[in-house]
């Protein structure tokens, strides 16, 4: 299991949740440097073999349920995949 997962399932938000896959995804594209989130909506649709838009719609339902706990309200998709992204390679450093 991998840094994403398990905060992902820390904070209540499992696998069997709509999205757990993409939001993954997402993180791991950020990772190898990808930073259009467009075309990573796109790869992800491309994947599963869905469309972009119900996979922005399904990370930003991942990104609701993470909540205020962890993250603020007001950051986007982009920000908390791009933070996670970050937290997860400097983990990788340590």
Do not use: C, Q, W
């Not at 467009?38 to 990370?59: C, G, H, M, S």
Request: aromatic letters at 12%; charged letters at 30%.
């Amino acid at each position: 299991m991998d840094f994403v997962e398990k905060f992902l399932i820390d904070n209540k938000v499992y696998p069997s949740t709509i999205g757990f896959n993409y939001f993954v995804e997402a993180v791991h594209f950020v990772e190898k440097g990808e930073t259009n989130m467009t075309e990573i909506y796109k790869k992800i649709a491309k994947k599963y073999n869905t469309n972009p838009i119900k996979v922005e719609r399904d990370v930003r339902t991942v990104k609701n349920r993470i909540g205020g706990k962890v993250i603020s309200n007001f950051m986007g998709n982009k920000e908390v995949i791009f933070t996670l992204a970050r937290y997860k390679t400097l983990e990788v450093l340590n």
